[in-house]
């Protein structure tokens, strides 16, 4: 039986279910059959858009609530058979200019998740969206899980302590969680409004608008990504696999200097061009230099690995920008 | 010149200076000529006991105020050289039964710290007390700092997230920020109420009532320990050496089971008895099993090594309370 199959009838909440992954999982879902709700603050700052929910709205309960309102989060995890806990705070910025706020969504929030599945509904299943941030700059590649986790930044030190919370509740509580460590993710619903969140939906606004991308440095700075449908497939084996019970997992793809990526976005795009710009100094002491993640772990427990190619993975995220940038300008 | 003579006339901000350790380093800093400020929020519970700074409350400035309090905080750390940041919650029972208090004040009350002295002190330099608590159960022996971090209680969680924001500020702010990851710290003025804080001032308590020493399982647990007056040294030595910053050191001692412990305990106060007692759940639930640190790294960089054996340090803490005892009660 394939994996897929598993989640038919299932129910599923998607905590952050309007941000762009939520979202990208919560399409994939209905399609194979689960019952959705989402919970999400809907604060477009966050990456939520109504509109990625678009075509699939009567089908999904919406909820909108904050991940540290402990009634709305009680009423949301009773009953549900899997979580994928992908709400909270990922801007690296942000988290500099308001570290308070940073730090509690990203602790107070996930805390109050797992408090009230321990209490309501302590035979759910929670995969919870972590961040390679948390490992600061590599000092070896690929970079594996027992890397050294030296945050740069606070976004990386909250978003390591949400992990944590999730591990000491499987060990301690027995509540079943798992961890994935996710790199640089593109594709269709992500937000491209401006560079708060990601430099890929930002270069991607940049094409439309027909400016060059500005690719900060040198542009050799080695980074790997995924594409959404990609990392959807890594949680969706995560959430029904048991050798992920209590396991945290790095997702990977193939290296590429974002110089590379650049010129193949323009490739992609038939049009447009790039240029080199000096660093911002805010971005240039957070940043993290080179880095791409090992995936055999997942590789080889869950039978994980990226199969969308960069070239194929940008064509189709340009298709879907190309027919609805408006929704997201 | 030695490295205690720079103390003279600092000013010191001791934060959790009220309670065991910081109630010693206050004492130690006064001999060695410095101007010291205490603050603490003076809750019993913390292991705070206005006694401790008996014989020193004319000599020290004494703050009253939560390290959660932005306003405090800042009247606190303005003009001050350095600061040993010792308050915050480290029972981890006490985590596990109120995380939200353990998270609120590990992680808020750290990052207030750290904005007050960016804001208002930058040049200000801060000791962190950390603790061996974030390595969870070690996968080898003796422990040094590359080990994985996997803690095993929630306040193992916000202690790390109190450790790497202390990090990210010298790194991306350059505050000058160091971390001791503290083992079993024991000697006069720890708390031995209870077995809340610490097993051995709980078996202080256990020795100066007549009854038994009661020891979790088999006893063959093994754990290592320092007298307060070694760790001060470690303090006192990593505010003023250039290597120290931005640095982590684990501080550790000699190897002994808590068998041997509580025999060399009964041994030195003259009578007594000792009990093997099954773990109490939730206590197993959270043991971390045997642990020893390698402390290499603050030996060769700063010079520090444990000098009081454990039986000396033993006797220097039973005299202590033999004639203090009822002011810990």
């Given at each position: 039986?394939?994996?897929?199959?598993?989640?038919?009838?299932?129910?599923?909440?998607?905590?952050?279910?309007?941000?762009?992954?939520?979202?990208?999982?919560?399409?994939?879902?209905?399609?194979?059959?689960?019952?959705?709700?989402?919970?999400?603050?809907?604060?477009?700052?966050?990456?939520?858009?109504?509109?990625?929910?678009?075509?699939?709205?009567?089908?999904?309960?919406?909820?909108?609530?904050?991940?540290?309102?402990?009634?709305?989060?009680?009423?949301?995890?009773?009953?549900?058979?899997?979580?994928?806990?992908?709400?909270?705070e990922m801007s690296h910025i942000g988290s500099m200019t308001d570290p308070f706020k940073d730090?509690?969504?990203?602790?107070?929030?996930?805390?109050?998740?797992?408090?009230?599945?321990?209490?309501?509904?302590?035979?759910?299943?929670?995969?919870?969206?972590?961040?390679?941030?948390?490992?600061?700059?590599?000092?070896?590649?690929?970079?594996?899980?027992?890397?050294?986790?030296?945050?740069?930044?606070?976004?990386?030190?909250?978003?390591?302590?949400?992990?944590?919370?999730?591990?000491?509740?499987?060990?301690?509580?027995?509540?079943?969680?798992?961890?994935?460590?996710?790199?640089?993710?593109?594709?269709?619903?992500?937000?491209i409004r401006d560079a708060r969140l990601t430099f890929i939906g930002w270069w991607v606004r940049?094409?439309?608008?027909?400016?060059?991308?500005?690719?900060?440095?040198?542009?050799?700075?080695?980074?790997?990504?995924?594409?959404?449908?990609?990392?959807?497939?890594?949680?969706?084996?995560?959430?029904?696999?048991?050798?992920?019970?209590?396991?945290?997992?790095?997702?990977?793809?193939?290296?590429?200097?974002?110089?590379?990526?650049?010129?193949?976005?323009?490739?992609?795009?038939?049009?447009?061009?790039?240029?080199?710009?000096?660093?911002?100094?805010?971005?240039?002491?957070?940043?993290?230099?080179?880095?791409?993640?090992?995936?055999?772990?997942?590789?080889?427990?869950?039978?994980?690995?990226?199969?969308?190619?960069?070239?194929?993975?940008?064509?189709?995220?340009?298709?879907?920008?190309?027919?609805?940038?408006?929704?997201?300008?």
């Amino acid at each position: 039986m394939n994996f897929r199959d598993t989640y038919q009838d299932k129910k599923i909440l998607i905590t952050g279910g309007l941000g762009f992954v939520g979202s990208n999982l919560a399409h994939t879902l209905l399609e194979i059959g689960a019952q959705v709700t989402t919970l999400d603050i809907a604060d477009p700052e966050s990456g939520a858009n109504p509109f990625n929910l678009d075509g699939i709205k009567s089908q999904v309960r919406v909820i909108e609530a904050d991940i540290r309102d402990g009634q709305m989060l009680r009423e949301a995890v009773e009953g549900q058979d899997i979580i994928f806990n992908l709400a909270g705070e990922m801007s690296h910025i942000g988290s500099m200019t308001d570290p308070f706020k940073d730090l509690n969504v990203n602790t107070v929030g996930h805390l109050t998740l797992l408090e009230m599945c321990r209490l309501h509904n302590p035979d759910v299943h929670i995969v919870f969206a972590g961040t390679r941030q948390v490992y600061g700059r590599a000092t070896y590649l690929p970079v594996d899980e027992k890397h050294l986790l030296t945050p740069l930044d606070n976004n990386g030190v909250s978003k390591r302590a949400g992990e944590m919370y999730h591990i000491v509740y499987h060990h301690v509580h027995g509540i079943i969680t798992s961890v994935l460590r996710m790199t640089n993710t593109y594709g269709a619903r992500m937000r491209i409004r401006d560079a708060r969140l990601t430099f890929i939906g930002w270069w991607v606004r940049q094409l439309l608008e027909g400016k060059p991308i500005q690719v900060y440095g040198d542009g050799k700075q080695v980074r790997d990504m995924n594409h959404v449908d990609d990392v959807i497939d890594a949680f969706l084996r995560c959430a029904c696999h048991p050798k992920a019970q209590g396991q945290i997992y790095n997702l990977g793809g193939e290296p590429i200097t974002l110089l590379d990526l650049a010129k193949l976005m323009v490739e992609e795009f038939g049009s447009g061009s790039y240029e080199l710009v000096p660093f911002p100094e805010n971005r240039r002491r957070i940043d993290i230099g080179d880095y791409y993640g090992d995936y055999n772990l997942i590789r080889s427990e869950l039978g994980w690995q990226p199969r969308i190619s960069h070239r194929q993975g940008i064509r189709r995220m340009l298709d879907y920008y190309l027919q609805y940038a408006e929704r997201y300008f």
